[in-house]
């Protein structure tokens, strides 16, 4: 029955998603985590879901000329550089030892 579930609730966020363009994240992880699934599991899990549909959805539209290559490139320059910061800082131990994750 838990199986079913849960490809129902990846049925119905892939469906909002498609009717809406609304970012599956803000669905999956809380969804994730009424399964019962601890905060990391349900943050990691829905990540790697979210790569591998992305990554469809993306070469379909390059497929289809509706990507600005420049804009990724200047988007990336920012967005990237700060990604790989903010995951040195997370795996510093003090910082995993601060308050923030108490």
């Given at each position: 029955?838990?199986?079913?579930?849960?490809?129902?609730?990846?049925?119905?966020?892939?469906?909002?998603?498609?009717?809406?363009?609304v970012?599956?994240?803000?669905?999956?992880?809380?969804?994730?985590?009424?399964?019962?699934?601890?905060?990391?599991?349900?943050?990691?899990?829905?990540?790697?879901?979210?790569s591998?549909?992305?990554?469809?959805?993306?070469f379909?539209?390059?497929?289809?000329?509706?990507?600005?290559?420049?804009?990724?490139?200047?988007?990336?320059?920012?967005?990237?550089?700060?990604?790989?910061?903010?995951?040195?800082?997370?795996?510093?131990?003090?910082?995993?030892?601060?308050?923030?994750?108490?």
């Amino acid at each position: 029955m838990e199986f079913l579930l849960h490809i129902i609730a990846g049925a119905s966020v892939g469906f909002a998603i498609g009717l809406t363009g609304v970012g599956g994240g803000s669905l999956m992880t809380p969804l994730l985590l009424v399964f019962g699934y601890p905060a990391p599991v349900a943050i990691g899990t829905d990540l790697l879901y979210a790569s591998i549909t992305k990554a469809g959805g993306a070469f379909a539209h390059h497929r289809m000329g509706n990507v600005d290559w420049k804009v990724v490139f200047i988007l990336a320059l920012g967005s990237i550089p700060v990604s790989i910061l903010l995951h040195m800082l997370v795996l510093n131990p003090q910082f995993q030892d601060s308050a923030q994750f108490e």
